[in-house]
C-alpha cells in the first residue's frame, strides 16, 4: 500500500525480517535517540524490518561508494547511480549539490527519506484502521525514532514491536570491505563466499562528525545471518546472557550497544580454535571471555567493524563515559552470576507483565489511536503465531517476506532458497 501511494518504493521488493527489534542490537544504528521500551510493559515480541527505498542489484562487481565526505563504514549516496525515472521519483527526497561545470548532482538523504517514510506508514495505517477486517492486525503505536519507525501492532493476545528501517539494498560487496574477503575466517568451508557476501545495505544512520542529512552507515545485515549459521549453541548462549547483562546495565549514557558485542563475537570466533569454541559445557568460559573482550575495548576505546576493521566504533567515545562503562564493566566480571541472575529475574517479571496482561484481556482490548475496531472484531494472533514459529523453527537463517502489492493479504515467505 505504502508503494502504491506514490510509486516510490519498488514493485518488486524484498524485506529482510530479523528477529530482535534495533535495541536489541541487530544493527548497528544509534540507539541514544530512540525511545525506550520495556519488554512485557510496552510489547511482547521484536522485530527489525529492513525496507528497501532503492535497490540496486545489476551489478556483478566490487560497488564502488562516494566516501570522500564520510567517516569510515559511511557514504554519501548520489542518485548517478540510478536512472532518469529513479532520479525524479525521488528528488523531493534529496540534497542537491550544483557543481562549477553547471552539473546537479542529488544524494539520496536519510532524514528525507525517512521523513517521506514516516508519513507514508502512517497515511497507510489510518486508511487500514477505517476498515478494519478480520486478520488484520490492530495499531497500538507508531512512533518515529530518528530515522526508525517503531511500530506496535496489537495481534491476539499478543503486542508486537516493529522497528521498520528504510534502506537502500545492494547485490554484491562494497569495494572497502574487499580486503576481508582475503583474510581467513571461522566460517571458512562451512558456508560458501557466495552466501556471505550476497549483498549490503546503507542505514540511516550518521556517524559522530557527519552529516545526518547525507550520511549513510554501510550495514552487513545479510551476512551476519549467514555467519550465525556457524556460530556454537554454547557460544550464542553466552552472547545472549551477556546482551541481557549490558543492555541492564550499560543502559545510560548509550555508548555500548548490543551490535558491538556481537562484533566482539564475531572476532572471538576468527581467533579461537574451533574445538574450543564447539564445547557444549564451556557457556560460562565464553561469558567471562566475553565480558573479558568488552572490558578491552572499553579501556582502550577500540572495538574495530568486523566486516571493515579499520573502522573503529568506539572511536568517538569520550575518556570519561569509556572508564564509567569500565567501572561498571568490572563490578559485572566481580560477581557475574549475581549479575545475571538479576537479569534473569527482571526477564521473567517481563513475562509474568505480559501473562497478566493477557489474562485480564488488557493487550485485547487496548484501544488503537488510529482505530474503533471493537472488541467483537478483534483479529485473531496467526499472524503472531506463524512469525515465532518461522524464526524458532529457523535459527540463523534468513527469511524474507514477498508480498504482492495487488494482493497484501497473502505474503510468501522464503527461508535460505526455499519458498512457500
Not at 502504491?4 to 528477529?19: G, I, M, R, T, W
Not at 550465525?228 to 549453541?233: D, P, Q
Not at 572499553?298 to 569500565?326: G, R, W
Request: aromatic share 8%; proline share 5%.
Amino acid at each position: 500500500m505504502v508503494q502504491k501511494l506514490d510509486q516510490k518504493l519498488p514493485v518488486a521488493n524484498e524485506y529482510l525480517l530479523l528477529s530482535g527489534g534495533v535495541r536489541e542490537g541487530v544493527v548497528d544504528m544509534d540507539l541514544d535517540e530512540l525511545t525506550v521500551y520495556a519488554r512485557g510493559a510496552d510489547y511482547d515480541m521484536d522485530f527489525t524490518l529492513l525496507v528497501p527505498a532503492l535497490k540496486l542489484h545489476d551489478r556483478n562487481q566490487p560497488v564502488t561508494l562516494d566516501m570522500r565526505h564520510s567517516a569510515l563504514c559511511h557514504s554519501w549516496l548520489s542518485l548517478r547511480l540510478f536512472d532518469e525515472g529513479t532520479i525524479n521519483k525521488w528528488k523531493d527526497c534529496c540534497t542537491v549539490v550544483d557543481h562549477v561545470n553547471g552539473a546537479t548532482n542529488y544524494f539520496f538523504s536519510p532524514t528525507l527519506v525517512a521523513d517521506w517514510f514516516y508519513e507514508s506508514i502512517s497515511m497507510v495505517l489510518a486508511e487500514i484502521q477505517k476498515k478494519p477486517q478480520r486478520g488484520v492486525p490492530r495499531v497500538e503505536k507508531v512512533e518515529r525514532n530518528a530515522t526508525v519507525i517503531s511500530i506496535i501492532l496489537g495481534v491476539g493476545g499478543s503486542r508486537m514491536l516493529y522497528d521498520v528501517v528504510p534502506v537502500v539494498s545492494f547485490k554484491g560487496w562494497p569495494a572497502v570491505a574487499q580486503s576481508w574477503l582475503m583474510e581467513n575466517h571461522f566460517w571458512d568451508g562451512k558456508i560458501t563466499e557466495e552466501e556471505v557476501i550476497s549483498g549490503f545495505y546503507l542505514l540511516p544512520a550518521c556517524s559522530s562528525t557527519g552529516q545526518k542529512e547525507n550520511e549513510w552507515r554501510l550495514s552487513f545485515a545479510r551476512s551476519e545471518v549467514q555467519l550465525k549459521k556457524c556460530i556454537s549453541a554454547s557460544l550464542m548462549q553466552a552472547y545472549q546472557a551477556c546482551k541481557a547483562l549490558i543492555i541492564k546495565l550499560l543502559s545510560r549514557p548509550k555508548a555500548i550497544s548490543p551490535y558491538h558485542l556481537r562484533s566482539l563475537m564475531l572476532w572471538a570466533c576468527d581467533r579461537l580454535p574451533h574445538t574450543y569454541l564447539a564445547q557444549e559445557d564451556y557457556a560460562a568460559h565464553f561469558l567471562l571471555g566475553l565480558i573479558d573482550d568488552l572490558q578491552h575495548c572499553l579501556v582502550n576505546k577500540t572495538c574495530p567493524n568486523y566486516f571493515i576493521p579499520q573502522c573503529n566504533m568506539l572511536e568517538h567515545l569520550s575518556d570519561d563515559t569509556a572508564m564509567l562503562h569500565a567501572r561498571k564493566l568490572s563490578s559485572v566480571r566481580s560477581d557475574p552470576a549475581e549479575h545475571l541472575r538479576s537479569a534473569i529475574e527482571h526477564a521473567k517479571a517481563a513475562s509474568r507483565l505480559t501473562l497478566e496482561l493477557q489474562w485480564r484481556g488488557g493487550s485485547s482490548n487496548l484501544s488503537s489511536p488510529l482505530s474503533e475496531t471493537g472488541a467483537d472484531q478483534q483479529p485473531d494472533d496467526r499472524l503472531a503465531k506463524k512469525l515465532q514459529q518461522l524464526v524458532t523453527e529457523n535459527p540463523g537463517k534468513s527469511i524474507s517476506v514477498f508480498i504482492n502489492p495487488d494482493d497484501v493479504t497473502r505474503p510468501h515467505f522464503r527461508i535460505d532458497d526455499k519458498f512457500f
